[in-house]
């Protein structure tokens, strides 16, 4: 079973920094591209920003400049660094993943359970 276990949420003033973490766990044969997504109240679930393997990024417009992401692919982790937060950052966050369990089986994607990020003074 694969498990993504996301950590670093949390509250912080406008300007403020915060570090999201996710690490994979189970049993799986390599994990390919690696995100995050969040969901603001309301909203539908929209991409922050993905690594592949090979560490090329895709940043949404909205972020860039500001968060930056990267992955250890010996930890089977990706980070989320996210500087000079904005009220409108405020969103549950989602990490992202597909892997093929088995060399021979397609890629699947999975989902963690999300961790609440709150941009307010």
């Known amino acids: 079973q694969v498990q993504l276990v996301e950590s670093g949420g949390g509250l912080v003033q406008p300007g403020g920094s915060l570090r999201l973490s996710c690490a994979a766990s189970?049993?799986?044969?390599?994990?390919?591209?690696m995100g995050w997504f969040r969901q603001a109240p309301g909203k539908q679930r929209e991409l922050v920003a993905n690594?592949?393997?090979?560490?090329?990024?895709t940043y949404a417009d909205s972020v860039k400049g500001r968060f930056t992401i990267s992955r250890d692919n010996a930890k089977n982790t990706v980070y989320l660094q996210m500087n000079s937060l904005k009220p409108e950052d405020t969103a549950v966050y989602y990490c992202?993943?597909?892997?093929?369990?088995?060399?021979?089986?397609?890629?699947?994607?999975?989902w963690g359970q999300g961790t609440q990020v709150t941009v307010s003074s």
């Open positions: 189970g049993s799986f044969f390599r994990i390919y591209t």
């Open positions: 690594i592949t393997r090979d560490e090329n990024t």
């Open positions: 992202n993943t597909n892997l093929k369990r088995l060399w021979y089986e397609m890629k699947l994607e999975y």
